[in-house]
Structures are given as structure tokens and as C-alpha cells.
């Protein structure tokens, strides 16, 4: 999942955002479609009952967090989208106990301010000042609505019981993610700007409907089944650390002594957090 920034970072320079998102998904659709779709021929009848939960799950995890988090790269920092996203596994929490009536014991709130300050410490370069200095901007609110939209699908997608096998409701779900940014793609299309089809699109287009997406998300609905909602939005926290050995070995950022203390701290706040929480299957 943490590849994702990969694209955040080349991709974009290639590809408007919106397009981007949007040939994402459908990408995802056809690769998988072709394994699926004498099930879902089948089981329609399922389908026709389920399609607005469907619908929402597309709408959240692929719509507003496939195109918001490009969106708001356009208008501020890498920092501000880290620590701003770093709210959605507060939000799943939040959303799992007063809505779903999921426990949270005095351990994995340690284990969640633990990895807050773990991630704060990485995007802050170990200097409080960067903190203090921020500046926020309309981006900030495009990567809030990500980090919400977010929390939203994966709850539903872990409490939204479905008929269909986890491929085939993937498949459906990246169908109508796609829908849901169809709309928008055209409009950024007309008024915005124009995705030229050259090598570079279909590039990053099929590595962020690979990596970042089929693959990360069908481990992070594995992992769902077996760990729940809010402790598997712990991963987020991961990303950041996975983000920053991206960044090293990648795009040849330094990896400096805070980038050791921070990752320390995630990986505690996630033992933490999973101690004693993890569901028997």
C-alpha cells in the first residue's frame, strides 16, 4: 500500500490526478474481471441486492482515496498529507466504537499515541520547529477528506457482510469506483487538463492498479478478516515508515537517525496495539 507514494510522487508529473485515479480503477476492473466473471454472472442476483453498499465502498476506498490524496499533493507538503492522514486509523477507532460498539482498552490507546508520536517524530526530521511552522492550505482539506473517506471503507468493508468471495466483491467494488470518478475525469478532462496517452501513462496507470491496488488491497481485506477494522487501520502507520525506506532507496533521500526512532515507536505503538486483539480464526 505504502507504493502508493511512489505514484504520488512520479506519477502525478505524468498524469493528472483524477485520470490518474480513474484509469487506475478501471485498469483494476478488466485485469480482474476476466478471473471473476463467471461468478458474478452468477451470483448477479447478489449483486442487485448488495450494489449500494457496493457502491459506497467504491465511492470511498477507490473515488476519495484514489483522487483526493493526488489533489491535495497539488496544493501542499508531503509533510501536511502525513500528518493529516495519520487520522484516519483515530477516525476508524472513533467510528468502529460509537457506531459499531467495537472495545477500546487502555493498551491500544497507548499503542495509538505511541505510533502517532512515532510518525510525527519521522515528518518532523526529529525538529519540533517544523511542527510549530506548518501552514495549511486547501490541500489539507482534500487529504482530510481522504484520511475520512478512508476510516469510512474500511469499517463498512469489515462490518458490510457480502455473498461474494473477496475477489469477486474487489472486482465489483473497483467497478464502481471507477464510476464514481467517471463524472469527475471528464470534467478535469474539458477544464482542467488533458491526460496525454504516452509510455509514461501506462506506466504508472498499471504499477498503481497493481501494486498500491490489487494487491494491497486485497492484504489489507485478508488481514481485516482476521485482525478487525480498527486494528488493521494500524497499518497506516506503517505506510509512513515504508514510506520513508521508499524515499531512500528510491528517490535517495537520506535515512537519518530519526527515521530510526520513529520507526521504533510505530512498530511498538502496533505491538501495542495487537496484544491481546487479535481475533482467533
Given at each position: 500500500?505504502?507504493?502508493?507514494?511512489?505514484?504520488?510522487?512520479?506519477?502525478?508529473?505524468?498524469?493528472?490526478?483524477?485520470?490518474?485515479?480513474?484509469?487506475?480503477?478501471?485498469?483494476?476492473f478488466?485485469?480482474?474481471?476476466?478471473?471473476?466473471?463467471?461468478?458474478?454472472?452468477?451470483?448477479?442476483?447478489?449483486?442487485?441486492?448488495?450494489?449500494?453498499?457496493l457502491?459506497?465502498?467504491?465511492?470511498?476506498?477507490?473515488?476519495?482515496?484514489?483522487?483526493?490524496?493526488?489533489?491535495?499533493?497539488?496544493?501542499?507538503?508531503?509533510?501536511n498529507?502525513?500528518?493529516?492522514?495519520?487520522?484516519?486509523?483515530?477516525?476508524?477507532?472513533?467510528?468502529?466504537?460509537?457506531?459499531?460498539?467495537?472495545?477500546?482498552?487502555?493498551?491500544?490507546?497507548?499503542?495509538?499515541?505511541?505510533?502517532l508520536?512515532?510518525?510525527?517524530?519521522?515528518?518532523?526530521?526529529?525538529?519540533?520547529?517544523?511542527?510549530?511552522?506548518?501552514?495549511?492550505?486547501?490541500?489539507?482539506?482534500?487529504?482530510?477528506?481522504?484520511?475520512?473517506?478512508?476510516?469510512?471503507y474500511?469499517?463498512?468493508?469489515?462490518?458490510?457482510?457480502?455473498?461474494?468471495?473477496?475477489?469477486?466483491?474487489?472486482?465489483?467494488?473497483?467497478?464502481?469506483?471507477?464510476?464514481?470518478?467517471?463524472?469527475?475525469?471528464?470534467?478535469?478532462?474539458?477544464?482542467?487538463?488533458?491526460?496525454?496517452?504516452?509510455?509514461?501513462f501506462?506506466?504508472?496507470?498499471?504499477?498503481?492498479?497493481?501494486?498500491?491496488?490489487?494487491?494491497?488491497?486485497?492484504l489489507?481485506?485478508?488481514?481485516?478478516?482476521?485482525?478487525?477494522?480498527?486494528?488493521?487501520?494500524?497499518?497506516?502507520?506503517?505506510?509512513?515508515?515504508?514510506?520513508?525506506?521508499?524515499?531512500?532507496?528510491?528517490?535517495?533521500?537520506?535515512?537519518?537517525?530519526?527515521?530510526?526512532?520513529?520507526?521504533?515507536?510505530?512498530?511498538?505503538?502496533?505491538?501495542?496495539?495487537?496484544?491481546?486483539?487479535?481475533?482467533?480464526?
Amino acid at each position: 500500500m505504502a507504493s502508493n507514494l511512489i505514484v504520488a510522487r512520479g506519477g502525478v508529473e505524468f498524469v493528472p490526478p483524477i485520470s490518474l485515479a480513474f484509469w487506475r480503477w478501471t485498469v483494476v476492473f478488466f485485469i480482474l474481471l476476466p478471473f471473476t466473471y463467471v461468478a458474478l454472472k452468477k451470483n448477479f442476483y447478489i449483486i442487485k441486492k448488495e450494489y449500494k453498499k457496493l457502491f459506497f465502498l467504491g465511492s470511498m476506498g477507490c473515488g476519495i482515496c484514489g483522487a483526493f490524496p493526488f489533489l491535495a499533493g497539488e496544493t501542499t507538503t508531503v509533510t501536511n498529507m502525513g500528518i493529516i492522514y495519520t487520522s484516519s486509523p483515530v477516525f476508524i477507532i472513533l467510528i468502529s466504537y460509537y457506531f459499531f460498539s467495537e472495545k477500546i482498552n487502555f493498551i491500544k490507546i497507548v499503542g495509538l499515541i505511541t505510533c502517532l508520536v512515532g510518525v510525527l517524530v519521522i515528518i518532523m526530521k526529529g525538529d519540533i520547529n517544523l511542527l510549530i511552522n506548518l501552514q495549511f492550505t486547501i490541500g489539507d482539506l482534500w487529504m482530510l477528506a481522504a484520511a475520512i473517506g478512508w476510516a469510512l471503507y474500511s469499517i463498512y468493508l469489515f462490518y458490510w457482510n457480502s455473498k461474494l468471495k473477496i475477489f469477486e466483491r474487489f472486482t465489483v467494488i473497483s467497478f464502481f469506483g471507477a464510476l464514481s470518478l467517471l463524472p469527475f475525469y471528464i470534467g478535469e478532462e474539458i477544464f482542467y487538463k488533458q491526460t496525454v496517452f504516452i509510455t509514461e501513462f501506462y506506466l504508472w496507470v498499471f504499477f498503481a492498479a497493481i501494486s498500491p491496488g490489487i494487491i494491497a488491497f486485497t492484504l489489507y481485506t485478508m488481514a481485516q478478516k482476521k485482525l478487525g477494522a480498527s486494528l488493521t487501520g494500524f497499518t497506516l502507520y506503517i505506510f509512513t515508515v515504508y514510506g520513508a525506506i521508499y524515499g531512500y532507496f528510491l528517490f535517495d533521500e537520506k535515512f537519518e537517525d530519526y527515521h530510526f526512532i520513529g520507526t521504533i515507536l510505530v512498530f511498538f505503538g502496533v505491538y501495542l496495539a495487537k496484544k491481546n486483539n487479535v481475533k482467533k480464526v
